[in-house]
Each structure stands twice: as structure tokens, then as C-alpha cells.
């Protein structure tokens, strides 16, 4: 019957699955893939420059040689030689750190699903950049958790502004548990948090019995050689950082992790443990052969200028075709560029109308939890090529010229 639910369960469920929501991205999935839309939408690795033969070879050998191991059951905080070359990796961001203190999770999502799990209740508050990672609102929401947006500019997340956050909080009796910060080449906004910002961010947070939850995917896929040191690097006590193999190598392997200090990364680990027994032996050691063998810097280095390429392809066509009033950041690495339209635009309401123009976008009001947003859209141009990124552009600002006629 129309207007029914068939859903025979639906007394039954527990009441955070109120909060759990279809990711506006996942629901784009669908019609952004198909080959005659240009997809602006999805955050995508452009993985057709990774060495694929190299790797089936290397994978193969993993299976021949180690299989007993690699097929098998393992840690619930991952393999060891992984964590080591973890610390590695993070050293590039001045972070100090001991295998022991790494977590490895299926991707840096489930670095964020667990810590939330270990530090909020329902209504507890996490103070987030205002806008912030679609993935991360959803399992705040998924664990009924609150998020207070925190303004930011172009050098990132205003220090005043976290303050006068954490007193309004206070002040109404709610309880503050977490930053949740993505200080580099921020999704969505672009923006990287500057240095100077980022020791009074830390000592803001400390200060006020906070924890920062730094969450860095992005940082080694900076267009300048500048090392964009870690707000963990100097502040090891109050901060648990989040790294990601996804945009640096392959995000269908699903490894992440999470370095905590000592007593969090217990709790980590039980959670982990709670919830998929150990990450996927396999795909740990996959990686592990593949920094241990393969030029893995200069595989950066090369995505470092794709990236760049399709970043400047993208900023000429937005300076050549966008309807005067419209703004965008220039970010300095990572995957998007956030453009505001002129006041009377609505980007949610717009996209079907852009994907019937074979254009799609990331609606802005996906990435704030108060629905804030809706002049605002999340471009990346990480996947298509300059080519099609310019079309996509040029089509973008066609149904923008429509809506100026209606
Ligand atoms: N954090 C941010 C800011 C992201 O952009 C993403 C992926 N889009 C993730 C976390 C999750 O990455 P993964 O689970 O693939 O490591």
C-alpha cells in the first residue's frame, strides 16, 4: 500500500539509527559514474598512475611466499612492520611516534567511527570546522553525538572563534569532547590551517579539557615542498591523529590508522577488536611490501602534479566561466575547491538539473550538520582529466546562466 512502511522491524530498532543517514556523496555515486556526466563530485584518487603490473607481480609473491600469514587471522592493532613504517610516513610531518602507539583500522573512517564510539554519548559535543567531512558528520550523527561548527578563514579555523565556541558550550551546560580538525587542504573548504595558528589551536584545546582529533588524509599531497608540520607533532598528549594510505596509494586496500596517546590507543584497540577482530591481514602487508619496495615518494611526487595540473585547470575555468559574485578557495594541495554562488543561488535544489547537464557537485549543506550551506558547492578535481575538468566547468556555469534566466 502507498504511504506504508513494509518494514516489520521498525519498532525495533535502537534509537541512534535516528541519526544514521544515506552520505549525500554515495547517493550521487550512481548517476556522477556514468561516462557521459562529469563527475566534480566524488573524492577519487586518480589511480591509473599507480604501477599496476609492479603490484599484481609484488601481490602475487605476498600469496606464494607469506599466504600462511597473510591469509590468516592477526592483531587487532595490525601488523607491526606497518606500524614502524607508519611512524615513518608521519615523520615526514615532524611527529615522533612508537609502532606501539599506532592503530591500524579499515581506513581512516573507521579511525573516526572508533574514537567516537570511545569518547562520546549522545549529545555530547564535537566542535568541527564550519564546513566539515561529510563522512565524519555522519558517524557523529550515527552515534548521536552533537556538532557545534567553528568558523574558519583562509588560514583555516579561527582560534577566537574555537574559544568562543567552548564558552557558549560551557555556558549551556553541554559537555565539549572533541576538536575534529582537518588542518591540511581541508575537505571540503581547501583551506590549510597556518602554523602559526596551529600551536594556539592546541594549547586552546588544552587548556580547556578538550581533545583534538586531527584528521590528515591529505598532507603529503601538498603542491610546494613545504612540510606542514603535524598539530601531533607538538602536542603528543592531546591529540590523536588520523593517517590514511587512500589518497596517497589505494583506498580499495581500506587501511587508516590511528596514533593516540598510550591510555586512548588501549581503548582503540578494544574497540577495534569489538569490531572486525583485526584489519584485513592482507591489505597491511600488501602496503607494507609496497613502502618496503616501490618508490613510494615519487609516486607522490607524481600525484602531487596531476593534482596540480587539474587544480589549475579547474581555477582557469571557474575564473573564465562563472557568473560574476561567485567566489572559490585556492587550495595549496589535496582535492577541492569550494565555491560560494551569489546570493538567490541554491546548489541542492540546482544539481538535478546539473547532472541532466552531465555535471555533477557535492551540494554544500551535505558538509554541515544545521544545514547551513545551500549557496555553497564542493568541487574536486582529483579524478577527471584538465580536459574534462574544463568541460565540466564550462557546463557547471551553463546551468548557472539558466538559472540567472528563469
Ligand atoms: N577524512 C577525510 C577528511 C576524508 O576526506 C576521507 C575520505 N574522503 C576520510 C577521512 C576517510 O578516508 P579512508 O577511510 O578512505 O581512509
Redesign the pocket.
Known amino acids: 500500500m502507498p504511504g506504508t512502511s513494509l518494514d516489520q522491524h521498525r519498532d525495533r530498532y535502537a534509537q541512534r539509527t535516528e541519526g544514521m543517514r544515506a552520505s549525500a556523496i554515495r547517493a550521487l555515486f550512481a548517476v556522477a559514474n556514468r561516462p557521459e556526466v562529469v563527475s566534480l563530485a566524488g573524492?577519487m584518487p586518480y589511480l591509473q598512475s599507480l604501477p599496476l603490473d609492479g603490484l599484481a607481480e609484488e601481490f602475487g609473491q605476498l600469496v606464494a611466499k607469506d599466504g600462511l600469514v597473510a591469509l590468516q587471522y592477526g592483531s587487532g592493532q595490525g601488523i607491526p612492520e606497518l606500524r614502524e613504517q607508519i611512524c615513518q610516513v608521519m615523520a615526514l610531518e615532524g611527529i615522533k611516534a612508537h609502532p606501539d602507539d599506532v592503530v591500524v583500522t579499515?581506513?581512516?573512517?573507521?579511525a573516526?567511527d572508533l574514537t567516537t564510539r570511545i569518547f562520546c554519548d549522545p549529545g555530547d559535543v564535537i566542535l568541527a570546522e564550519a564546513p566539515s567531512?561529510v563522512?565524519?558528520l555522519g558517524t557523529f550523527s550515527a552515534y548521536q553525538a552533537q556538532v557545534v561548527h567553528v568558523a574558519m578563514d583562509d588560514d583555516g579555523l579561527i582560534p577566537e572563534a574555537l574559544v568562543a565556541a567552548i564558552e557558549q558550550c560551557r555556558a549551556a551546560g553541554r559537555r565539549v569532547k572533541l576538536l575534529y580538525t582537518?588542518p591540511n587542504f581541508?575537505?571540503p573548504a581547501g583551506v590549510t590551517l597556518s602554523e602559526a595558528r596551529r600551536p594556539v589551536i592546541a594549547e586552546i584545546c588544552r587548556s580547556a579539557g578538550v581533545t583534538v582529533l586531527e584528521?590528515n588524509?591529505?598532507g603529503l599531497l601538498g603542491f610546494d615542498s613545504t612540510m606542514r608540520r603535524a598539530i601531533r607533532a607538538d602536542d603528543p598528549d592531546n591529540v590523536i591523529y588520523?593517517g590514511?594510505?587512500?589518497?596517497t596509494f589505494a583506498?580499495g586496500l581500506?587501511?587508516?590508522w590511528a596514533l593516540a596517546p598510550h591510555a586512548v590507543r588501549e581503548k582503540l584497540v578494544l574497540a577495534n577488536e569489538s569490531t572486525t577482530l583485526n584489519p584485513p591481514v592482507f591489505n597491511q602487508m600488501a602496503i607494507s611490501r609496497y613502502l618496503a619496495t616501490f618508490d613510494w615518494q615519487s609516486q607522490i611526487k607524481a600525484y602531487r602534479q596531476t593534482y596540480l595540473e587539474r587544480r589549475d585547470a579547474m581555477l582557469g575555468a571557474l575564473a573564465a566561466h562563472m557568473p560574476e559574485g561567485t567566489t572559490w578557495t585556492v587550495p595549496d594541495g589535496g582535492f577541492y575547491v569550494w565555491v560560494t554562488l551569489p546570493e538567490g543561488f541554491d546548489s541542492a535544489a540546482m544539481l538535478p538539473r546539473a547532472v541532466s547537464a552531465r555535471v555533477a557537485y557535492v551540494p554544500g549543506t551535505a558538509f554541515y550538520a544545521d544545514q547551513l550551506g545551500s549557496r555553497q558547492l564542493r568541487l574536486s578535481y582529483c579524478f577527471p582529466t584538465p580536459e574534462r575538468i574544463v568541460e565540466g566547468v564550462r557546463r557547471l556555469a551553463g546551468v548557472l546562466d539558466g538559472e540567472l534566466e528563469v
Do not use: E
Open positions: 573524492g579499515v581506513g581512516s573512517q573507521m573516526l567531512y563522512g565524519a582537518i581541508q575537505n584528521d588524509p591529505y588520523l590514511s594510505f587512500s589518497k583506498p581500506r587501511v587508516g
